[in-house]
Every structure is written in structure tokens, then in C-alpha cells.
Antibody
């Protein structure tokens, strides 16, 4: 059973870069899954930010494409999100999640989520 | 992007009752639609994938149907843990998108 845990600062200043890491346990980051980031502003719905494959291939939501980068470190079993030039609108709970490739785009496993607040 | 519209926004029911939730897509998503349940303070959990397939460990009271643009999640008899928010989500076209959610409340 894959388990995911997000980590990173809970407070980011406007115009700075939000950085989060997801650590994977109970499985390998290589081969079977797409690794995704999803966010949920307080009291609102869910937005898929993008995903990364173990090879480093990525796909980002066009709404954020110019601000988002993702990376993966297979040796550490971690993947990461960076979101630049943040504003208050980026305040949200950020989830990392795993999508089994045969049903890519279905989120089988989720981290518990981490709240990131953008404020000075 | 594909917009998913869920209805109703809120469903007020009692334990043991049947719940019927709807999700309509702005264009066909074939059968590439999933349903998730989110309890307060928790991450969503996958219930149904590809319209009608129950995820591992999901009880039989949950069922999904539909194809194209119209989908339904049915909970045959509500348990206390089912009072939560439900989201539909499509994986037909990138970016994969979610509906705005239906709250099932007592």
C-alpha cells in the first residue's frame, strides 16, 4: 500500500516561491504511477496542478503552466512542487497523490494534505 | 477544459436512506469519470473509477453509472460515515478536472 506525506513551509510571502515535497513509502516511485499535486482552497473545490513520471516527464495545468515546476528524486522516493510568484489566491491545502498508470488520472492514494498560507 | 457540474449542491437525508448524486460534463468524457468522498479535515478517497467500478475496499452500497456527459453516484443506504462531500472527476481530457462537490448532510 502506497503512503504519501507532504512536507514544507506552511507560510509563504506574496511573490515568493512555494516549495513542497512528497515522500513516498510502501512502494517504489519508479514505473507504476504518475505522481500528482492537487490543491484545495479553504472551503472550495479541487484543482489538479500537474503530474510527474519517474522519468521526469511532466504535464502541468495550463492555468498554472508558467509558474509551476515539478521534480522527482527516485533515490529518496520523493517528488516536489514549486509554484512561483504566489499570491493570496494560492492559499490552499496542497495534496500529493498517486495515479496508477493503467487508470492514469484516477487518484488511488492521497497524502493527508498540508495547508499553505500566502501572507506577508 | 471540461467543466463538471454536480447536483444538487446539498442533499439532506437520514441514515439508512438512499442518496443519488449527479455529475454532468460539458462535453463527453466517455466512461472516464471517478467519484471521491471527502470527510471533514481529510483527503478525498476514491470510491468509483471509470464510471462504475468500485475501488478496492469500497462497500457495495456505493454504485456508479453513466457514460458520455451524465453520471450518477448512488449510495443505497447511508451510513453515518457517508455524511461528507462528494466530488466527481474526469480523466478523459487534460487538464483532469473536478466537480464543485455535493454535500450529503443529515
Amino acid at each position: 500500500q502506497v503512503q504519501l506525506q507532504e512536507s514544507g513551509p506552511g507560510l509563504v510571502k506574496p511573490s515568493e516561491t512555494l516549495s513542497l515535497t512528497c515522500t513516498v513509502s510502501g512502494g517504489s516511485v519508479s514505473g507504476s504511477y504518475y505522481w500528482s499535486w492537487i490543491r484545495q482552497p479553504p472551503g472550495k473545490g479541487l484543482e489538479w496542478l500537474g503530474y510527474i513520471y519517474y522519468s521526469g516527464n511532466t504535464n502541468f495545468n495550463p492555468s498554472l503552466k508558467s509558474r509551476v515546476t515539478m521534480s522527482i528524486d527516485t533515490s529518496k522516493k520523493q517528488f516536489s512542487l514549486k509554484l512561483s510568484s504566489v499570491t493570496a489566491a494560492d492559499t490552499a491545502v496542497y495534496y500529493c497523490a498517486a495515479s496508477y498508470i493503467p487508470v492514469a488520472g484516477t487518484l488511488d492514494y492521497w497524502g493527508q494534505g498540508t495547508l499553505v498560507t500566502v501572507s506577508s | 477544459e471540461i467543466v463538471l457540474t454536480q447536483s444538487p449542491a446539498t442533499l439532506s437525508l437520514s441514515p439508512g436512506e438512499r442518496a443519488t448524486l449527479s455529475c454532468r460534463a460539458s462535453q463527453s468524457v466517455s466512461s472516464y469519470l471517478a467519484w471521491y468522498r471527502q470527510k471533514p479535515g481529510q483527503a478525498p478517497r476514491l470510491l468509483i473509477y471509470d464510471a462504475s467500478n468500485r475501488a478496492t475496499g469500497i462497500p457495495a452500497r456505493f454504485s456508479g453509472s453513466g457514460s458520455g456527459t451524465d453520471f450518477t453516484l448512488t449510495i443505497s443506504s447511508l451510513e453515518p460515515e457517508d455524511f461528507a462531500v462528494y466530488f466527481c472527476q474526469q480523466r478523459s481530457t487534460w487538464p483532469w478536472t473536478f466537480g464543485q462537490g455535493t454535500t450529503v448532510e443529515i
